[in-house]
């Protein structure tokens, strides 16, 4: 709940609005806008995001390390507890629900122990999953290792989708995507968005807000998205690097405008997040918070804005909030989330 001070100071300014111009938000500040209008969010339906993408297993193992091994130079760790908890986009829907919203994961697994396990977690989640069976292919499960709060290694299992399966999925996500609110695209270039490029254009016919954190070079396959959520690195891959601020305003306003994305939102670490649009761009300073682990980190912006959006927040707003729910995740262990309680505290 957020406290009584800033709820009366809401009220006082809505008030104001009405009185002056009959605007209720006219003359709310950024913050002020987003507390008064989260005090009312839980009494509104779920909002319905449909995640297509790379679900994951991510898997940990916490142990000590005292010693290095007599055959090779690297620490020696002693596990003692291990944990499995939902990655890539299977994290996302995990956001997704975390702040309220209704998630509806798309994706492929492999027919083995690690699929059950996902499948599993998504069920503990109540998180409702389309998960396609490829007999072909191993769970992509990222392993890692962890000593002394610090990861010292990580192993990857992943083989791409095949063919048929992904057909049925594009079939899935045809039945789907009537009765969602907002589609996000969870890219980790492990092969379940061969269609994206169809699957955007079918969403923008039928209306729906496209969100995509993307992965690659070829941001051509993402044309026509709502909003593209790449990080620094990401986004260097495509433009090259920049020489100052003004350069990289220039250089993702260009690619703004070449794809055909309505927002570009460049996540940008402890520079916090830039906006690019038709309009000038917006910064949002980062929260200071001491950072403990920014895996994950992406999916909880993404999910955060689309539970936003759908939930008719315009997007500066949903990015403000987003900003802000990055700022939580990055204080936790591992791929996490933040709760819709946490959210409302960190505003």
């Known amino acids: 709940m957020f406290p009584a001070r800033l709820l009366r100071t809401c009220g006082d300014q809505l008030s104001q609005a009405r009185r002056r111009d009959g605007d209720p938000v006219a003359i709310f500040t ?17 909002s319905k995001v449909l ?11 916490f142990g000590e390390v005292a010693r290095i091994s007599p055959e ?20 996302v829907a995990r956001n997704v629900q975390a702040l309220g919203g209704q998630a509806l994961l798309l994706s492929v697994v492999g027919h ?26 191993t769970t992509t499960t990222k ?18 989708p095949s063919g048929p399966i992904l057909d049925l999925k594009l079939q899935d996500y045809e039945r789907l995507l009537p009765n969602c609110d907002v589609v996000v695209f ?14 955007i254009r079918a ?45 990289l305003c220039t250089k993702a306003s260009k690619l703004r405008r070449e794809m055909a994305f309505d927002w570009l939102l460049l996540t940008r670490s402890e520079e916090g997040m830039s906006l690019f649009s038709a309009a000038e761009p917006l910064h949002e300073a980062a929260i200071a918070r001491e950072v403990f682990d920014v895996s994950g980190a992406g999916d909880t912006v993404i999910a955060t804005l689309a539970v936003m959006v759908a939930r008719g927040f315009d ?23 933040c709760s819709l309680d946490e959210l409302q505290m960190a505003l």
Request: net charge neutral.
């Open 30 to 46: 950024p913050i002020a806008r987003l507390i008064f209008a989260m005090t009312s969010f839980e009494e509104n339906g779920k």
């Open 51 to 61: 995640i297509v993408g790379d679900a994951m297993l991510d898997r940990y193992w």
């Open 72 to 91: 090779a130079p690297v620490p020696v760790v002693r596990v003692e507890r291990t944990e499995d908890r939902l990655g890539g986009a299977a994290n």
């Open 112 to 137: 083995d122990q690690d699929g059950v396990i996902l499948s599993g977690l998504l069920a503990d989640s109540a998180i409702k999953a389309s998960l396609r069976v490829d007999r072909q292919i």
């Open 143 to 160: 392993l890692r290792v962890i000593g002394r709060q610090q990861q010292l290694l990580r192993i990857d299992f992943e083989d791409k």
């Open 186 to 199: 969870s890219d980790y270039s492990k092969g379940c968005l061969t269609h994206v490029d169809r699957m």
């Open 203 to 247: 969403a923008r016919r039928q209306k729906k807000p496209v969100l995509v954190d993307p992965k690659g070079t070829d941001y051509s396959r993402y044309r026509g998205a709502t909003v593209v959520t790449p990080n620094r690195a990401e986004l260097r891959e495509v433009t090259g690097p920049w020489i100052d601020e003004d350069d």
């Open 315 to 337: 997007v500066e707003d949903a990015m403000r909030i987003a900003n802000r729910a990055a700022s939580v995740v990055v204080g936790k262990l591992g791929t996490a989330t």
